[in-house]
């Protein structure tokens, strides 16, 4: 069954929203923004644009919206969109705790509801690029960015999915445990959530029919010490051995 991933995921996230508060809490905390599951500093992988002040940036499936809370101490004027209501409650809350306040979205990130070229950066961490049909949200980025806007997105690696079976509760282990060809819709038989991932040759394919040009793909490397709250979906071993997760950054064509 195809197209039915937005309700099924809409559902499944406010019914995760509860386990993720204090994550997002903890991260509208934090100054400095550290990324993916290892919390790996930003100053040690340089995720963002050096100068943002004046950037006007969209979070595509902001959950919380930490990411923009970074975005937005740092001079940007930051929009967020999520399908989750229970989500983006927990982020008006810590909105008005922090004294941050910037437009939040409830609805689809495949169809945004705002003008073309609204925007100079477009960026996502775990959100759209992982729960959102790339061939939906990808063009929907291109469309809403600004001649020469930046796109980046933090997601599991490639090399990841390759090395996690299908069974209920695995983790990445040592072997290839699904085919490369034909990545697109990933389903665990113990979610309702859908998820999204593709070969490297997909996201370079898919990017440059956008117009976009690749910039850089940062395969993130946690320290020998990193630690997670996210348990079960790869060791730090695993992690300090191959890359768990890939950042994307490209721009788009001028």
Same mark, same amino acid.
């Given at each position: %069954?195809?197209?039915?991933? *937005? ?26 923004? $550290? ?24 979070? /595509?499936? !902001?959950?919380?919206?930490?990411? $923009? ?14 399908? $989750? $209501? ?7 809350? /810590?909105?008005?705790?922090?004294? /941050? ?8 990130? &495949? ?9 100079? =950066? ?6 759209? !690029? ?5 061939? =939906?949200? *990808? ?15 933090? @997601?599991?690696?490639?090399? %990841? %999915? ?13 072997? /290839? ?5 034909? %990545? ?6 113990? &979610? &309702?959530?859908? &998820? ?17 040009? *690749? ?19 790869? @060791? ?19």
């Amino acid at each position: %069954m195809t197209g039915d991933h *937005v309700e099924r995921n809409r559902a499944a996230w406010n019914g995760y929203a509860p386990d993720f508060v204090a994550f997002g809490e903890r991260a509208w905390a934090d100054e400095e923004p $550290s990324w993916g599951i290892w919390s790996v500093p930003e100053a040690e992988l340089n995720v963002l644009p050096e100068d943002l002040d004046g950037t006007d940036a969209i979070e /595509l499936g !902001c959950g919380t919206a930490y990411v $923009s809370a970074w975005l937005a101490r740092r001079g940007a004027r930051p929009v967020g969109i999520d399908l $989750s $209501s229970a989500q983006l409650a927990t982020a008006r809350r /810590l909105q008005a705790e922090h004294g /941050l306040d910037f437009p939040l979205i409830e609805g689809n990130a &495949e169809h945004v509801p705002l003008p073309d070229a609204s925007f100079d =950066l477009a960026i996502s961490e775990y959100g759209a !690029c992982l729960w959102a049909d790339p061939y =939906l949200w *990808v063009p929907e980025a291109a469309r809403l960015l600004r001649p020469g806007g930046r796109l980046i997105f933090l @997601t599991n690696s490639t090399l %990841m %999915m390759l090395c996690t079976s299908d069974e209920p509760d695995a983790s990445a282990g040592e072997r /290839l445990a699904r085919d490369y060809f034909g %990545m697109h819709r990933f389903e665990w038989p113990d &979610e &309702e959530s859908v &998820e999204f991932h593709l070969g490297w040759g997909g996201w370079v394919r898919l990017l440059r029919t956008n117009g976009f040009q *690749v910039e850089d793909l940062i395969e993130v490397r946690p320290g020998p010490d990193a630690t997670t709250t996210f348990e079960g979906i790869v @060791t730090l071993d695993w992690a300090r051995r191959w890359p768990c997760e890939e950042i994307w950054k490209a721009r788009k064509d001028a």
